[in-house]
């Protein structure tokens, strides 16, 4: 391959530093208590950085590399890592190639070089991923990966720094230690997105009510989103004099005001255990990525003149001021590096990428099967239990059983929830481990991602499952991603409980009774529980949190609202929804069948079950036999059951209460027919609409009668 051309930045670097002067006379160095040979380290850093930015431009235009959104013009934040421990946790934005080289100048026998040009290349010996993505991560560095878009890690980024003071609360084991702090770094677009600006005011939230939250924002300001400004002066005007927010600001071309800063504000969050905001100067050189094409938005001048802001030019600038080098040392070791990373480059340009979808898949197929291994068998008990009470002691046995579990949500700790679903659990467990959140569902789901990939067992509730679909992002893009994006290095267990479904009598309309679950059911690697016997529903819980306990899983975990208090089945007082507490284990991926009869398999789940089973009486009456087959797991799906089951009868009726469109049973009928399910088959389901209020919800959820008529034409027709 022949060498890569010189960017513009390139010729105004060596142009400008060849025609320095070595001082006459050394000047003394700077009162900075950055030292010379720190110093020196971080211009390697912010070497490294740049020239892995001008690889990864050249080995696109190779058609070797992958990734071309560099750091440059961002190698300031080396001072941030500098200032910080190698045991700190560090959640990085995509610029972040300076911070990632310090760090790893931190640790002995890491080469950064490698690990990011492995990361471009997509690699299968990249040291995180992989090869599944270009991401700033490393286990033995405490950097954990991060997709980073939108500030989709500062949630996670607030669990974490309340994860490390609340296991040492506990007594239980934390990855990180007791005086660590964590940091997030992110630009200054991304600071306007919701998430971001979430995540920094529950950071604060939890400040104001003196619980620990040592958490260094750092908000690397470039001025600009792609194409899109910020206006001068926003992040200073919006976070410069915010209260409980301590502030700092540094300018990121200038490596000893970042480093003296960046100490100053990472030792405060360490001494006080609050909050603060690194607001880093910086400026954004040659694109957003390789392939914007800057002069579309950007006058050729202006982006000329950002070149004197160069944060590497300007590290060179002082050291050869205070004669620590001179300017052909600069030259020699700018192009020193340069050769380095072009040499790494051409060596690794071969190395072997993913080949196949088992080699894709492998970190989310082993946490299923390791998952899918799990067999918990809870205590038995004699008392017939409703629904919600079962849930109620699954969660009192298992905050007995994990020291390191916590509950949290919306109203679940003093009031026990909406529903009375966790009433006496922080009686009984503390407050430390049982507690109400602020409402902000990317908050608490958040604060599970960072509590789990720090050791703890978070079972985090949201109220609704309609709450769920404004922090998603958190679940798909950041908590199911970071085993995939790890190759299961890194793992956030967490099991989510929600309430959800259709059928609520009391509280109305959409936002009390959703019955879509499309947002979770394709998201790789996430497990979906969906019990509605009250003996089932405890057992999947353990179920759950064992798979969460010991591989990592993150489980989703669906209530359904109108089965809470449910007693009875068919008649009034026949108390024949009521279970004893189980002694049996519920493995995941596996189904629970009612009847033996030959001429129809229902297959259901949820309120399904409750409807599909006094449908089957109804039919039994006309001399139809049924069988009702619970999945119980929506994700994975009871396949193999679901397969047998339906071979029985030959005559399958899906019950979906989910929405005809996007609901559970379009999946269900094409598994059966992936499986060479050859029968007749038939499908009833909600109508593709929200739910209104009071009984006008009845037209169109779907009910006992259409499931009947469902049935029976199915058995008639073509009979």
Same mark, same amino acid.
């Given at each position: ?314 590290? &060179? ?114 407050? &430390? ?85 499309? &947002? ?200």
């Amino acid at each position: 391959m022949a060498g890569p051309r010189k960017e513009a930045l390139d010729d105004h670097f060596t142009t400008v530093v060849s025609q320095l002067s070595a001082p006459a006379v050394r000047q003394a160095w700077p009162d900075t208590a950055l030292s010379t040979d720190m110093a020196l380290t971080l211009f390697d850093a912010q070497l490294a950085s740049r020239h892995l930015d001008l690889a990864a431009r050249w080995l696109r235009a190779q058609g070797k590399g992958f990734y071309t959104i560099g750091s440059s013009g961002h190698e300031g934040n080396a001072a941030v890592a500098a200032a910080l421990r190698l045991t700190d946790p560090a959640l990085l934005h995509y610029r972040s190639g300076g911070f990632y080289a310090a760090r790893a100048a931190q640790a002995c026998g890491t080469d950064p070089i490698r690990d990011v040009l492995l990361g471009v290349l997509a690699a299968t010996s990249e040291p995180i991923s992989g090869g599944r993505h270009k991401v700033f991560g490393r286990h033995d560095l405490n950097v954990i990966p991060q997709t980073s878009t939108i500030a989709s890690h500062l949630p996670r980024a607030v669990g974490v720094a309340f994860a490390i003071a609340r296991a040492r609360k506990l007594g239980v084991p934390c990855a990180w230690p007791d005086d660590a702090v964590t940091v997030c770094s992110f630009g200054d677009a991304s600071a306007n997105h919701s998430t971001a600006v979430g995540a920094i005011n529950a950071a604060l939230h939890a400040a104001y009510q003196g619980l620990p939250m040592p958490l260094l924002f750092v908000c690397e300001d470039n001025g600009i989103g792609i194409s899109t400004r910020t206006p001068r002066g926003w992040i200073a005007n919006a976070y410069g004099n915010r209260p409980g927010l301590q502030y700092f600001a540094a300018d990121g071309s200038d490596l000893s005001s970042a480093y003296d800063t960046a100490q100053a504000a990472a030792d405060w969050v360490r001494r006080h255990r609050k909050p603060a905001f690194l607001h880093l100067s910086t400026v954004r050189l040659m694109g957003h990525a390789g392939s914007d094409y800057e002069p579309s938005y950007r006058r050729p001048e202006e982006i000329v003149a950002d070149f004197d802001r160069d944060p590497v030019l300007n590290t &060179a600038k002082m050291l050869v001021a205070h004669g620590i080098l001179s300017p052909d040392q600069a030259l020699q070791r700018y192009e020193d590096k340069r050769a380095e990373v072009i040499d790494c480059a051409r060596e690794l340009s071969a190395a072997p990428q993913l080949g196949s979808a088992e080699a894709v898949l492998e970190p989310l197929r082993e946490a299923l099967d390791e998952a899918k291994e799990v067999s918990v068998a809870p205590a038995a008990g004699d008392t017939p239990l409703t629904l919600a009470l079962a849930v109620n002691r699954a969660l009192h046995d298992v905050l007995a059983e994990y020291p390191e579990a916590l509950v949290f949500g919306e109203d679940v700790a003093r009031k026990g929830g909406v529903y009375g679903v966790t009433r006496g659990l922080q009686a009984a467990a503390g407050p &430390a481990r049982v507690f109400d959140t602020l409402l902000d569902e990317q908050t608490i789901l958040g604060l599970a991602l960072g509590a789990g990939v720090s050791g703890l067992l978070p079972i985090p509730e949201i109220q609704y499952l309609a709450y769920l679909h404004n922090a998603a992002d958190q679940i798909r893009g950041e908590g199911a991603t970071l085993q995939f994006f790890s190759n299961r290095q890194y793992r956030n267990p967490m099991v989510v409980r929600i309430a959800g479904y259709g059928y609520q009598k009391g509280f109305g309309g959409h936002f009390h009774n959703d019955n879509s679950i499309a &947002a979770i059911r394709d998201i790789p690697g996430v497990v979906i529980a969906s019990p509605a016997r009250p003996d089932d529903a405890a057992a999947m819980l353990h179920t759950c949190v064992a798979a969460a306990k010991t591989a990592g899983a993150l489980c989703v975990y669906l209530e359904p609202i109108a089965l809470y208090h449910t007693k009875d089945l068919h008649e009034d007082g026949d108390q024949g929804w009521l279970a004893p507490y189980p002694g049996q284990p519920v493995p995941i991926g596996r189904a629970r069948t009612y009847g033996d009869g030959n001429d129809l398999t229902i297959l259901t789940f949820g309120n399904g079950l409750w409807m599909s089973l006094r449908v089957a009486r109804r039919l039994e009456q006309r001399d139809i036999a049924v069988r009702v087959v619970d999945l119980r797991w929506l994700a994975p799906l009871p396949v193999d059951d679901m397969a047998r089951e339906a071979a029985a009868t030959g005559r399958v009726l899906i019950v979906d209460e989910t929405r005809q469109t996007g609901g559970v049973g379009e999946g269900v009928l094409a598994e059966l027919l992936a499986r060479g399910y050859t029968g007749r088959v038939e499908r009833v389901a909600s109508a593709d609409s929200f739910i209104p209020l009071g009984d006008a919800a009845l037209q169109v959820l779907l009910s006992e009668d259409t499931i009947e008529a469902a049935a029976v034409k199915l058995l008639t027709e073509g009979s």
